[in-house]
């Protein structure tokens, strides 16, 4: 299919133009061929590759090896035009089993030690191709952002012997100032120092430290509360462009009482700059409280 | 002055329109005049003020502080249309002293526990206005980023009692690859696993911890090296948006052993995606030695 007079390798049809897909949910056909849902593939121009071996070595004082991994690309529909916030609950709950499933199957591999999943959404927030996909990455090591939550989670909880998380969603939810959406299994709330404008997180209210443990109650509140999460910002910031990235704890863990799983929506505002780089904080002028008053009263 | 149709504060005869100067270099007029040639004002819409105290509390789980602080603006030419790359060296070289005699102003202050400097370049890289300046920022805390470099420094120096920048100079220099510049006091060269493309660092080849320290030789020999490399990505890069920050000890830190203050050069080239912010992974796709080798080979 040719959109807007461009070829676009994720439209149905084009299923041969794409390496052979590693999942996808259909009726009728076999694989690689239209009546899909949801597709996965791996990446045309991946990060990682799945070949090979760590190969770990020194190269005077510094260390080097392979990027043994995985990097692939979940369609999320087969509609060219529908944005997230476009699809029905059931096709974005089709999109989280995706990731689970595909969460579940790489974890067989040992080399592998994190799954990322993420999205971007909109040229200016690192898109380069406009059919709504995801991402994800899966690496031989644990990214330097989810240690840092790892380990801060386990101070607080050698500390105070609970979720750092559970005590966020509490206290957040009895003053409710940066609460934007809530079910009984999920909440959406803008986090108390967030780095970004309108930065929100989406939490499990009940403690799991493992995404992939999610069962189907829960991936359908999580559905729902991300198609209105989405519907809001797109209503509130005039379709913006944004990511999202699932933290989650690494898949060899066994289950931690320390990590909660979350997903960080980050709608692309601001430029970083200097002093953000330089420094490793933000300024963000919007308050968290102010973004979730916003949010919650946009009507959607 | 009005320039392009635009009124520009910080141009020459427009001093009184801009916050009070703190520092300046001129000859004859009084302050706040023109005839400076680098002038330094607080910025009027300022990320953190002296005045105050950080009045440290809680708010029930959560820590906040109020942002007593400074946010100044270096002007660095009453030129408006020249950007650093062509300025004299005479002139870049006043632009470092104003920044050292800035540190050592702001350094009597106790409260602030690091003053980071940086330059935002072109609009993409976060610059509002056309008129070349730089900025610093005094915090009452030192940045994350710095933070982890120290510890990373202090892990190294205690496992080979060396400062780990002056070993990655010493064989940076031997294999050559990834030198970009050297003087005989300062080296620009392209880290080994630089997160960004063509993301250049300027160090001092002698060790030294604290930027504020630097003698005229050395600043002279700075103002060389940062002229000729901005040249030099102007030429390569076809006049890039950057940003560069400079990382030092913390003020009020003794002379430290393992730590060796650099300049920190990123031309804003690539979008920071999901993957970036979910992970602190950088995808790179130009490996340093052949950035240097650009860089080496732009004759400017």
């Given at each position: 299919m040719i959109r807007g007079g461009r070829?676009?390798?994720?439209?149905?049809?084009?299923?041969?133009?794409?390496p052979p897909e590693v999942l996808a949910y259909r009726n009728g056909y076999g694989p690689n061929q239209p009546g899909w849902t949801v597709r996965v593939i791996p990446n045309k121009f991946p990060a990682l590759r799945v070949e090979g071996n760590l190969d770990r070595q020194?190269?005077?004082m510094y260390d080097k090896m392979v990027g043994v991994g995985?990097?692939?690309?979940?369609?999320?529909?087969?509609?060219?035009?529908?944005?997230?916030?476009d699809l029905s609950e059931k096709q974005i709950e089709s999109v989280f089993w995706a990731m689970r499933d595909r969460a579940l199957d790489l974890k067989r591999d040992e080399r592998l030690r994190y799954i990322l999943f993420f999205k971007n959404h909109g040229e200016p927030a690192g898109s380069s191709l406009e059919h709504s996909h995801s991402q994800l990455i899966a690496l031989p090591v644990i990214p330097k952002r989810v240690q840092e939550e790892l380990d801060g989670a386990k101070r607080y909880f050698e500390f105070k012997e609970r979720?750092?998380?559970?005590?966020?969603?509490?206290?957040?939810?009895?003053?409710g100032t940066?609460?934007?959406?809530?079910?009984?299994?999920?909440?959406?709330m803008c986090p108390y120092a967030p780095r970004f404008p309108f930065e929100t997180w989406v939490l499990p209210r009940r403690h799991a430290s493992h995404f992939e443990t999610a069962d189907a109650q829960l991936l359908e509140s999580l559905s729902w509360v991300m198609r209105t999460l989405t519907r809001k910002m797109d209503k509130v910031l005039e379709k913006p462009p944004y990511n999202w990235v699932l933290h989650s704890a690494p898949v060899h863990d066994p289950v931690l009482q320390h990590y909660h799983w979350h997903l960080e929506f980050i709608p692309?505002?601001?430029k970083v700059a200097g002093f953000e780089w330089g420094s490793g904080f933000y300024l963000n002028p919007t308050p968290p409280e102010e973004a979730a008053k916003f949010l919650r009263e946009a009507g959607v």
């Amino acid at each position: 299919m040719i959109r807007g007079g461009r070829f676009c390798p994720f439209c149905p049809g084009n299923e041969l133009k794409t390496p052979p897909e590693v999942l996808a949910y259909r009726n009728g056909y076999g694989p690689n061929q239209p009546g899909w849902t949801v597709r996965v593939i791996p990446n045309k121009f991946p990060a990682l590759r799945v070949e090979g071996n760590l190969d770990r070595q020194g190269e005077g004082m510094y260390d080097k090896m392979v990027g043994v991994g995985a990097h692939e690309v979940i369609i999320e529909t087969p509609d060219h035009q529908a944005t997230l916030g476009d699809l029905s609950e059931k096709q974005i709950e089709s999109v989280f089993w995706a990731m689970r499933d595909r969460a579940l199957d790489l974890k067989r591999d040992e080399r592998l030690r994190y799954i990322l999943f993420f999205k971007n959404h909109g040229e200016p927030a690192g898109s380069s191709l406009e059919h709504s996909h995801s991402q994800l990455i899966a690496l031989p090591v644990i990214p330097k952002r989810v240690q840092e939550e790892l380990d801060g989670a386990k101070r607080y909880f050698e500390f105070k012997e609970r979720c750092v998380y559970c005590d966020m969603e509490r206290q957040d939810l009895e003053s409710g100032t940066r609460v934007v959406l809530e079910t009984d299994r999920v909440i959406a709330m803008c986090p108390y120092a967030p780095r970004f404008p309108f930065e929100t997180w989406v939490l499990p209210r009940r403690h799991a430290s493992h995404f992939e443990t999610a069962d189907a109650q829960l991936l359908e509140s999580l559905s729902w509360v991300m198609r209105t999460l989405t519907r809001k910002m797109d209503k509130v910031l005039e379709k913006p462009p944004y990511n999202w990235v699932l933290h989650s704890a690494p898949v060899h863990d066994p289950v931690l009482q320390h990590y909660h799983w979350h997903l960080e929506f980050i709608p692309k505002l601001v430029k970083v700059a200097g002093f953000e780089w330089g420094s490793g904080f933000y300024l963000n002028p919007t308050p968290p409280e102010e973004a979730a008053k916003f949010l919650r009263e946009a009507g959607v």
